[in-house]
Every structure is written in structure tokens, then in C-alpha cells.
């Protein structure tokens, strides 16, 4: 029996990670392939395989436009190199990719909502009162005119009184930046203005001189969790595995210096997963969601990632109610990635959603093992002296990788913003997110999650720490190469161009959280009764 070919669309991580696992641990049914990424996946993943025998196709996209992604994946239809895709970021979802995929006959081999679907996550605020309606328990919300800061006031210090904070949500496509939590009142002012900063443009462009709207919600101190599911077209649905994800740049608290970013690691499990929370996200948020969903028209294979609040009982850590911050389309990032690699069945899973038979197949876990993911971005430092991700860093700058180093720690290169220089013939930074560490660690019996994921966290950040993958700032290389050259003029002695060349070798603009992971020896410690259910 032929092999079936997954294209998993989109630049990203994730994108990568989905693809490289169906190659790897489905390689007898499937084979995985990128449409899109970025131009520096080839040639990683080239040198991640190895001698090995599994196959990874990628089919470049030039541009963003949903027209370019569409004739990419139309031609490998038509041409037999693929048998179906999932479409990853929100934007070709909201943009229509979906929609012209099913206009030129080939729906039923895409995983992904259409463009009249989109508002699920491209309007929250639309998306917050179809979830009331649907009978899906939502966070305590207020819409108010977000050029108006007395009415911005006079809520979020409502929600401060009730709840502790209040979180003010720019209610369109943010790239998961868009959420700015408020827990005093002398914030309000500061949070406003920097909303104002970084969307007046937008709004004004979708909204004129008439009001903007602006979402605040209750900030609940509680468990944040999200839920990767697929669903069939016939309303079946599978919860996958959990994940937890590191959206502040750094540790501690957020504030104005340290921002939501687009993610800066993932792990899996959640730790406050149980089977108990699996059917209580089902019954109450699932269910009624689908059901909705078929009854107004627009279910279809589609993946859905609810943000939510869990409270759980305060002595056996085991949850009792949840609340839906916001419904997205697609899969997160970097999230997905740990999702992928604890499944044995990502591959068989998106098949059966496509064939309408999730009903049939369940998801195979890798239940004792745990994953962690984690994004190495661009630090400060550059010509114009940058703050580093997420707010200003510097592009095109080389990338070295010991992959001998990284496959002796068992340690998998995910790459992300990062591009192959054909003129030079090396790798380079795009910028932003450029590469991920994952590995996966088993919990062995009687074995704390806690001690586990810290053997883990260290084996990454070590590899890290000795310089496997490096970026070398632009500064550094050109002092390297000054160097050299007044070697040869004799300008300088050995000595000196020695520590230039050791000074080069060591630099990295790369930066990366070191704590992902620690929350599990956090839970360890407050319910030590919790065992692994395998």
C-alpha cells in the first residue's frame, strides 16, 4: 500500500515539527511535508536525518498571499505529491485559503475552517457571545470604546475590585500579542496608551472615527490551560494531548518590561492534566461548541484551541469548573509541537478527521513521557543597539549548528525564522523565533514528573550553554575579520588575533527562558499524592 503524503501548511515550528513526526514515527503509512516554512528547513532537516531512511517532501512558497499557497498546493494535488493539508496559521484561514481549495474541488482533503468560520478567532468579541449562546461556560467580559479611557477606567477597575485584574484584549488577529493584564489602577493609563501605540493603525483602518472596540475581561488567578482538538465534519471530535506554553518573554509576573510574545517554549503535559479534565473540557466547552457550530452551518475537519481557566480542588488538585478565554482556529505555537511528539498517531489522526471517522480512532500517547520545547530567539544588541525579541532584533546574521553535539544529547533542532544563503552557502537568522531545542524524557515508575523534566531542562540548556546552535552577532564577525586581516599585515600578534578568534567562536546573539519545565516540580511538592496515569 502506497504511502499518504500530509502537507502541513505554514513557515513555523510547529509546521516543521508535525511533518517530521509523521515522517518519523508513522514512516511505514506516511510521509510528512512543509508547504512553505522557511528556506533554511531543508538543509536542517537534511542534517537532523542523517543516514536514516525516513522522507520529509517541502514545497517552497515564494510569497504569504493565500494566491501563492494556494497554486503550490493545487499543483501537488493535481500532480499526486500530496494527499492532504492542514492549514496551521490563522491568517490563510481568515484570508480564504480554505475557501478556494473547496472551489477547486479538493475540500475534503483539507483540514481548516473557511474564511466565514474565521471570526471563531479573528473576532472575540463576535466569538465571546456566539459561545453564550452556544451554552459554553466564557470568562466575565465587558466590550467598551477603546479611544475612550474613562470607560476603560471605570471597567477594569470594576474587574480589579471583583477579580483581581482585568485583561484588555485587542479583539482581532494579534499574533498572540494582543493581551495586556492590568492588576492596578495607576497601570490603566500606561497599558491604554501602548494598546493605542501598537493598534490605533489597525483600528482605524477597520473602524474609522466610529468606536473601537475593546475587550476586557476578568483576570482569573486560576490554572491556564488550552486544548488541542480535532473534529470530523460529522461532529466527532479528539481531545489531544495537553500542553502548557511560556507566553512572557521572561520569568515572573507580566509588565511593561516583560511582555506577551508569540511563545517562548512549550511543555506537555499540562500538570494539571487528569482523564477527569479531558471529559469536563469535552461535556462542557466541546459539545456544545460542535453542536453549534453544525447547527449555524460551518463545521467541517478543523482544528479548534480553546484558552482557558481551570479551578481545581484545593486538596486533591482534581478540577471543578472551567471558563473559555478565547476559541482559536488552528494549532499553537509552539504548543503543537510538544502535542506531536508525545502522539504516536498524529499521521492516522488527521486522516480519520478528514474521512469523518474520529469516532474510531483514538489518540495514541506516549503517556510516561513528558516534552519540552524550547524557542531561542534573538537577543538585544545590533547596529542600531535592538532590545532583542519581541521588540526590535537584528536579521541575517550567521547560524552555526554542531549537529553531532545536538544528536549525542538526543536533542531535536526544530528550525523556525531561519534562511539558507545561497550566495554564501550558509544558514541565517530571520529574526524573531529562530530555532526550538525539544526532547521528550520518560518518567520512569515512581519517578516524580518534577525530577524528570529537571534532568531534561538541563540536558537543553546545557547543549545551549556549550554552544551548539549559535547566531554570531554581525559586530563580533566583522572585529573577527578586521582581525585577520591585520594579522596578515603583522598589525597585531597571535596572541591578540587568538583571543579575537576565541571571542568569535563563543558569540551568540541567541537567548532562550531557562525555566520551562520547573512547574512540574511546583506541583510535585503541592499534591505529592498525584501519580502518572499510564
Known sequence: ??????????????????????????????????????????????????????????????????EEYSAVIKKAFEDGEIDSVVIMPEDLIYEGLVNELIEAG?????????????????DKVKAKKWMQRAGVPVAPFKVVDAKDLQQVKKEVTEFIRQHGGAVLKYPYS?????????????????????????????????????????????????IEISFTTLVDGKGNFRILPTAMDYPLRFEGPPSQNNP???GMGAI?????????????????IFKPFVQEMEKQGILRPCILYP??????????GKPVDILVYEMNVRAGEPEMQVVARRLKNLGELVVAALEGRLDKVEPEVRKDQISISLALVVGPGGPQGQKGYPDSYTKYESVAVNFKSLAKRGILLVPSNVSWDEENQRLVSDG????????????????????????????????????????????????????????????ISKAEFKKAAAAYEKANRLDLRRDPGRIYEEWDELYPDWQLDT
Open 268 to 284: 506537555g503535559m499540562h500538570p494539571a492534566e487528569t482523564p477527569e479534565l479531558i471529559e469536563m473540557v469535552g461535556d462542557k
Open 1 to 66: 500500500m502506497a504511502k499518504k503524503t500530509i502537507g502541513f501548511v505554514g513557515p513555523d515550528g510547529r509546521t516543521c515539527m508535525c511533518a517530521y513526526t509523521v515522517s518519523t514515527v508513522e514512516s511505514e503509512k506516511f510521509v510528512g511535508a512543509i508547504i512553505k516554512g522557511m528556506t533554511g528547513m531543508g538543509p536542517i532537516l537534511d542534517a537532523v536525518r542523517g543516514k536514516k531512511k525516513w522522507s520529509l517532501k517541502i514545497f517552497p512558497v515564494k510569497g504569504k498571499t493565500v
Open 307 to 316: 484558552g482557558c481557566r481551570v479551578s481545581i480542588d484545593p486538596v486533591t
Open 432 to 491: 524573531s523565533r529562530v530555532f526550538y531545542l525539544s526532547r521528550n524524557a520518560t518518567v520512569k515508575p515512581g519517578q516524580k514528573r518534577g525530577e524528570a523534566a529537571q534532568t531534561l531542562r538541563n540536558t537543553l540548556l546545557q547543549a545551549f550553554d556549550a554552544g551548539t546552535v549559535r547566531v554570531t552577532p554581525r559586530e563580533v564577525g566583522e572585529t573577527f575579520e578586521a582581525a585577520k586581516l591585520l594579522l596578515e599585515q603583522g598589525n
Open 106 to 122: 479538493y475540500g475534503d482533503r483539507v483540514i481548516g475552517l473557511t474564511k466565514e468560520a474565521a471570526f471563531i478567532e479573528g
Open 260 to 262: 506577551v510574545t508569540g
Open 174 to 222: 494579534a499574533g498572540g500579542k494582543g493581551s495586556r493584564p492590568v492588576f492596578r489602577v495607576e497601570d490603566i493609563i500606561d497599558v491604554w496608551h501602548r494598546l493605542h501605540k501598537d493598534y490605533s493603525r489597525n483600528y482605524g483602518k477597520l473602524h474609522g472615527d466610529n468606536q473601537w472596540p475593546l475587550l476586557i475581561e476578568a483576570w482569573k488567578s486560576e
